[in-house]
């Protein structure tokens, strides 16, 4: 047996002789018996034998109260220790998903805005104002998106210039031909 205390140990100490000296005059019991003496062996027997017996069973049973005690404070310290370690297991799943969702809102935001950006350039583009400037410098899909939508914009000034150009040269030309008309 491998004690795992001191007070095991010490009972582990005294046990031992005692087993010794039971199983000694328990074989001067047989030996009596055998012999023929069964006055001496049932005087052994009833007497030095039982409380040799009694001794050792004493110790075994102290032996077992020791362990069950080990047992039961080892039991306690693994519930202890489960307790903690889903304590811990919770907080950290918590604690992760909390980072999941605030990390989720900040590329949402950080992806939405410029599309916003874009859509509400897009509404005054659409209502006519081709003022309209977009600086995004990303090198993502969002970026190329800014930079093409500013591209165009570019082109439908220019278109317009072309227009209004156009329109002045031909609304001069109608001038002088009113004017030689007359």
Request: hydrophobic share 40%; glycine share 6%.
């Amino acid at each position: 047996p491998l004690p795992q205390t001191k007070e095991e140990a010490a009972e582990w100490k005294l046990y031992t002789p005692s087993f010794e000296t039971w199983k000694t005059d328990h074989k001067k019991v047989i030996a009596f018996v055998e012999a023929g003496d069964l006055v001496s062996g049932q005087e052994l027997a009833f007497g030095k034998l039982r409380e040799d017996y009694n001794e050792s069973k004493g110790h075994l049973d102290k032996i077992k109260a020791i362990n069950y005690e080990v047992a039961k404070q080892s039991e306690e310290f693994g519930d202890r220790a489960y307790d903690s370690a889903r304590m811990t297991m919770i907080l950290f799943m918590t604690v992760g998903v909390v980072l999941a969702i605030c990390l989720g809102i900040f590329i949402a935001r950080v992806i939405s805005a410029p599309v916003i950006e874009i859509a509400a350039a897009a509404e005054k583009v659409a209502d006519g104002d081709l003022r309209v400037s977009i600086d995004n410098d990303s090198r993502d899909e969002i970026g190329n998106l800014s930079r093409s939508f500013q591209q165009m914009v570019l082109n439908l000034r220019k278109l317009v210039g072309s227009v209004a150009d156009t329109s002045g040269a031909v609304a001069s030309s109608s001038q002088e031909l009113s004017a030689t008309a007359e």
